[in-house]
């Protein structure tokens, strides 16, 4: 049924994950999602998705705890994920709001950025590693899942491409070691490639810096529009025929502003901020990722 939708399966987790549906708060799987603070819904989600044919909002299908004594709370909502953990008896009690999906992906770039200032400041090279570096960029999947089926297909490549650096992220360091062995064994643009698949990461790093770009324009665009752009500026030149036509057919479905914050938990004020955080950080280190390839005599024209 999940993959029906469009979702992709896996029995193992990894940070590509974003849900995680089970009947029992207790499994290591469970445990997992709460942690990571990924969606931990019951199957009735994914039945109602399907039944409506529509995404449900996660927070009406929580994996309740029957236990009385420790309660496990999850508050959930279509854009974020809050954990406490904690007895209702305790001194201190409250029910503390969790960062927004924006919120935390800005952070982690944000930390990210100032390690290459860092270095830039102090004129050394940076090289960043690539577990960190993955992590941070699996955050960005729940954006795309945000913006609905019209990015499903850049949802769905992005997370495929990320999956295979956290595996690649075992044996290698950091981004330099990656295209260096791709490099050495030319293999840099070859199908299923490490270099290759960083670069689509990086592709999709740069289409929702693009994103919000013009969706914080004084031209206040629609989001049809300001996704559309974003598009065919991004990747829509390294797109077969059919995947374009697929992506311009889906722009239709795409929820409108209002709807977006909505589903972000944000509002005019805080997605501007929280934009406006992630447009800055990502492009120090879009452009550290450039560099890594031209100073390696790569083109970045595919």
Not at 18 to 32: A, E, F, L, Q, Y
Not at 60 to 88: A, H, Q, T
Not at 274 to 299: C, F, P, Q, W
Request: glycine residues 4%; proline residues 3%; charged residues 25%.
């Amino acid at each position: 049924m999940a993959e029906r939708l469009g979702a992709t399966c896996t029995e193992e987790v990894d940070l590509s994950v974003t849900h995680v549906i089970s009947t029992d708060v207790g499994t290591k799987k469970s445990r997992w999602a709460v942690k990571r603070k990924k969606f931990l819904v019951e199957p009735g989600w994914l039945e109602a998705t399907n039944y409506l044919w529509q995404k449900q909002a996660e927070d009406k299908f929580p994996v309740l705890d029957d236990r009385e004594k420790p309660m496990l709370i999850v508050f959930v909502d279509f854009s974020s994920v809050g954990i406490s953990s904690m007895n209702s008896d305790d001194e201190g009690y409250k029910v503390a709001r969790a960062q927004t999906p924006l919120s935390s992906i800005a952070q982690a770039f944000e930390e990210i950025s100032d390690l290459i200032q860092r270095g830039n400041d102090g004129q050394v090279l940076v090289d960043l590693h690539l577990k960190p570096f993955c992590e941070a960029c699996s955050l960005v999947s729940v954006l795309f899942g945000c913006l609905g089926m019209a990015f499903k297909f850049a949802e769905m490549e992005y997370t495929a491409k990320l999956r295979d650096l956290l595996e690649a992220s075992k044996n290698f360091d950091t981004l330099s070691s990656v295209v260096d062995y791709d490099l050495k064994n030319k293999t840099v643009k070859s199908p299923g490639s490490h270099t290759r698949n960083l670069r689509r990461v990086r592709q999709g790093l740069d289409l929702i810096k693009e994103l919000f770009q013009n969706f914080l324009s004084p031209e206040n665009l629609t989001l049809k529009t300001a996704a559309t752009t974003a598009y065919q500026q991004v990747c829509a030149p390294y797109h077969t025929w059919a995947v374009r036509t697929a992506a311009s057919a889906g722009m239709c479905t795409l929820p409108t502003r209002e709807q977006l914050l909505v589903n972000l938990n944000e509002t005019d004020k805080s997605a501007d901020k929280e934009m406006r955080r992630y447009i800055k950080a990502s492009h120090d280190v879009i452009k550290i990722i450039d560099n890594l390839y031209i100073s390696r005599g790569i083109t970045l024209d595919w």
